[in-house]
């Protein structure tokens, strides 16, 4: 899985309550993340140079929408699945009313 292995992607993953993604979702994760470790961005990163206190408050900044992103995955992930569970209810009352 590119740069990082599965347990360690799993691991982000279920810290943030992300443990049953998709596996399209968990690519994209898997994606985003090496970005930011390219470049030095994730949080067990201490290897980040700031020339200034304004380039580190711009990267707390960064880190910030990324945690906040992570939430809204959480929450569309539910989403998904409460979908998922009412278009089941509906098709199988469907089915019992066309028998």
């Known amino acids: 899985m590119g740069i990082f292995n599965n347990n360690k992607i799993q691991g ?25 470790q390219r470049h030095g961005l994730l949080r067990e990163n201490t290897h980040v140079d ?11 900044f960064l880190r910030a929408l990324v945690e ?17 569970e009412i278009k089941d209810s509906v098709n199988s009352s469907a089915n019992r009313f066309s028998d």
């Open 50 to 60: 700031f020339n200034d206190k304004s380039n580190e408050i711009k990267i707390e």
């Open 12 to 36: 982000i993953l279920a810290d943030r309550g992300l443990d049953e993604v998709s596996e399209e979702t968990s690519a994209q994760i898997e994606a985003i993340l090496g970005g930011l």
């Open 68 to 84: 906040q992103n992570w939430i809204l995955v959480a929450q569309n992930e539910q989403i998904i699945a409460c979908l998922k």
